[in-house]
Nanobody
Framework: QVQLVESGGGLVQAGGSLRLSCAAS????????MGWFRQAPGKEREFVAA????????AYVDSVKGRFTISSDNARNTVWLQMNGLKPEDTAVYYC?????????????????WGQGTQVAVSS
């Protein structure tokens, strides 16, 4: 059973930065594809970024490219999402997700394991 725990959310002004962390069960980060999704009020949960095999491959939704960076540390079983240049439209609950191997899917149903989420709010 894979366990995921997010942290690092908060309230920040537009243009600011936050770093989200996802602590995973031992051995997860190296063997799994890890993803970040977000869900704003009244909207569907959407893909943000994903990383594979401890950093060998990454993928991003176009709206965050150049602003967000996903990274991982196998030894610490942790995945981070560094978010710079935050905008009000980035406001959402951010979720960490995991799946066994494969490509870097952007569909939430491809990920069977989820954390509880962490709130990010960006004020204008």
């Amino acid at each position: 059973q894979v366990q995921l725990v997010e942290s690092g959310g908060g309230l920040v002004q537009a243009g600011g930065s936050l770093r989200l962390s996802c602590a995973a069960s031992a051995g997860t980060v190296m063997r799994y594809v890890m993803g970040w999704f977000r869900q704003a009020p009244g909207k569907e949960r959407e893909f943000v970024a994903a990383i594979k095999w401890g950093g060998s491959m990454t993928a991003y939704v176009d709206s965050v490219k150049g602003r967000f960076t996903i990274s991982s540390d196998n030894a610490r079983n942790t995945v981070w999402l560094q978010m710079n240049g935050l905008k009000p439209e980035d406001t959402a609950v951010y979720y960490c997700a995991a799946r066994v191997g494969g490509d870097l899917p952007r569909v939430r149903t491809s990920y069977p394991y989820w954390g509880q989420g962490t709130q990010v709010a960006v004020s204008s």
